[in-house]
């Protein structure tokens, strides 16, 4: 698809007339891309020799680290695993902690709705591994390890082939297999794990980047983070930030599930945009949906009317209250109940605990039990009431940010699904909750 | 990443609080304990002597030593010690 193709079919849907020539979002191999510029998605995992030939061959480990910090900083990349932290921060306090630091690829993407990072991984391993060895060399990291997500087959084979075709590099690299867990990948867990202890969060004052596995400086990064960092290293820091908004430079990628066109469909954004725009254009939707979970399970519901217009911006979005997280955009369809759904997610992130903290032990299968029985039509008012005050009691608790997060879902449910709740209370009992336009979640674990 | 930026605080490790409940009763205006028994506490900053030093209190009369308080440790010293000699 070219520039052309993309605002015409924009001009098609919406009636506007377009001045703007630059594209906004892209998918795969599309003109525009960045992330996943290359050939597109059905070709499949990208060649070392196409890749080499598209980007050209670096030898990461020539380059002087103090350079290659300096202009992770001057890029303003923020981490895309979700919680946005500034990469060039951990980088500084890797390489001023005693010890060789370990570079850390996350690839666990324990968020089942998001396919951003598999998708970067089946599609563009070089562009992720190439990011890594940036990583390594910018703070003289001896090991690399990539911390995989066992049932992500297609990633992990995609992974392999491209990692036997690499010359060998002084930097080792192994692959480790995360648990099977929705917290496994949240950092502290991570290097928990691979510290040979389970994949338990911890809250500790000690950042990993200066303490971490074997009480070694410790980088734990998202794979789409790493990415960034390959065509950084190529382009400049000036280049990646030349879309986005300065708070939040860099193109995104978002994954769309639901009651959209293609559910695990990832898009690029490369331009301002708004929700309505990329539900329009690539979710195959008319107009608003009811509404759209953002960022995850544990994000925020947004009623669709809003959604519609809200901007794609992290630093807008977080204005609002609202975590663009890992890039998850969750359409509800319009036979479903968004009440019924999001009690079906309470029950499975209930399950997802690591039962350290009393809080989150008590507290996840309490909210559960409860929002259960107002989708049932088991509760009265006051006893959202109660719903409500056991949330804000659980709010901010725990070793992490799973309970919290739970907390996020609920209530914003309770605050978007306002009539569904009233038709509730009053006994109107509704039954979809799976099926088409159902969000995923692993084989195997669905709670209903 | 740290949250400890000269800033003197008083945070739970909620995987090690097991509920006994002293810390309450040592510093009831900052912490509180859930309907399970866990202690919640107040994250924001502490500025005043008198609340630092029952903070300090309360983080020794843990029985899970599940309480820190941040902060450089000479600051608080000097904190509470400034209280005594007032």
Redo the contacts between chains.
């Keep these: 698809m070219t520039i052309v193709d993309f605002d015409e079919a924009r001009r098609q849907r919406t009636g506007a007339l377009s001045l703007v020539a630059a594209p906004r979002l892209v998918l795969a191999g599309e003109t525009g891309a960045r992330l996943l510029a290359g050939p597109p998605a059905r070709e499949g995992r990208e060649s070392l020799e196409s890749h080499r030939a598209r980007l050209g061959s670096v030898n990461f480990e020539d380059l002087d680290p103090v350079q290659l910090r300096a202009t992770v900083r001057e890029s303003g990349l923020l981490g895309r695993g979700g919680g946005g ?1 500034p990469t060039a ?2 980088f500084d ?1 890797a390489a001023q902690s005693p010890g060789t630091p370990i570079i850390v690829v996350n690839a666990s993407e324990g968020e089942p709705a998001s396919r951003k990072d598999q998708t970067l991984l089946e599609l563009r391993p070089h562009v992720v591994l190439d990011g890594a060895q940036f990583a390594a060399a910018a703070v003289r990291a001896a090991d690399i390890v990539i911390y995989t997500h066992a049932t992500h087959a297609a990633a992990n084979e995609s992974l392999r082939a491209a990692l036997a075709e690499r010359e060998p590099s002084s930097v080792r690299i192994r692959l480790v297999n995360a648990p099977d867990t929705y917290i496994a990948g949240e950092t502290s867990a991570v290097v928990s794990y691979l510290d040979g202890r389970g994949a ?1 969060p ?2 500790g ?3 990993a ?1 200066r303490v971490g596995i074997g009480q070694r400086p410790t980088i734990v990064n998202n794979v789409e983070t790493l990415a960034h960092l390959a065509l950084i290293a190529r382009r400049g820091a000036a280049w990646f930030a030349e879309v986005g908004a300065p708070e939040a430079p860099g193109s995104s990628l978002l994954t769309l599930v639901g009651a959209v066109r293609e559910p695990g469909l990832v898009v690029e954004v490369v331009g301002p945009t708004t929700l309505g725009e990329v539900l329009e254009v690539y979710g195959g939707l008319r107009a608003a949906p009811r509404a759209v979970l953002l960022g995850g399970y544990e994000g925020s519901w947004i009623p669709g009317e809003d959604a519609w217009r809200t901007p794609v911006e992290r630093h807008r979005l977080a204005r609002l209250g609202i975590s663009l997280g890992c890039g998850v955009v969750a359409v509800i369809g319009e036979e479903m109940c968004g009440l019924a759904q999001t009690a079906r997610l309470v029950a499975w992130l209930a399950s997802q605990s690591a039962g ?5 032990i ?2 996840l299968p309490s909210l559960s039990e409860q929002f259960d029985a107002v989708v049932a039509g088991r509760a009265r008012k006051s006893d959202v009431r109660k719903l409500r005050e ?1 949330a804000t ?1 659980v709010r ?4 992490c940010g799973h309970p919290t997060g739970v907390v996020t879902l609920v209530e914003s449910a309770l605050d978007t699904f306002t009539s569904e709740l009233k038709n509730h209370l009053r006994g109107e009992v509704c039954a979809a909750v799976s099926g088409a336009g159902g969000f995923p979640l692993p084989e195997g674990e669905d709670p209903r | ?4 930026h000269g800033e003197i605080r008083l ?1 739970v ?3 090690k ?3 006994r409940g002293i810390c309450a009763l040592v510093i009831p205006e900052r912490i509180s304990l ?5 202690a ?1 506490v107040d ?1 924001s900053a502490l500025e005043d002597a008198r609340s630092i030093a029952r903070a300090r209190r309360a983080v020794r009369a843990c029985p899970a030593q599940a309480l ?1 308080l ?1 902060g450089d440790p000479r600051e608080i010293r000097r904190l509470v010690s400034l209280r005594r000699s007032k």
């Design positions: 932290f921060t951990k306090v338990i911890s809250r004052v000690i950042p980047a350290q903290c009393g809080p989150c008590f507290g056991l009691s901010g608790r725990g070793a | 990443m740290s949250a400890a945070i490790n909620g995987s609080c097991d509920g859930d309907v399970w028994g866990y919640n994250p820190t941040t």
